[in-house]
């Protein structure tokens, strides 16, 4: 299975913005290097008052397909 490993920051404005359709994308730059861009609903169950913030492992399965997200 293949993985990424970001870092993200997303702030509670940012937020609402991803949560009411304005963006619906994330985009950042993976640990290694890669551009990586996602839809920010994989990342819903990790928001708090403040935001979205830490480090994530997503895995991909061998046709390049969203399977999981996990805060490292």
């Known amino acids: 299975m293949q993985q990424i490993i970001v870092d993200i ?3 509670p404005d940012e937020w609402i913005k991803l949560y009411q359709g304005v963006a619906t994308d994330v985009h ?3 640990r ?3 551009s990586v861009r996602f839809p920010a609903r994989i990342l819903s169950r990790f928001y708090l008052r403040d935001g979205v913030c830490g480090s994530f492992r997503i895995l991909f ?3 390049g ?3 999981g ?3 490292l």
Do not use: H, L
């Open 9 to 11: 920051s997303i702030s």
């Open 28 to 30: 950042t730059t993976a």
């Open 32 to 34: 290694d290097g890669r």
């Open 61 to 63: 399965d061998g046709q």
């Open 65 to 67: 397909k969203f399977a």
């Open 69 to 71: 997200i996990e805060r």
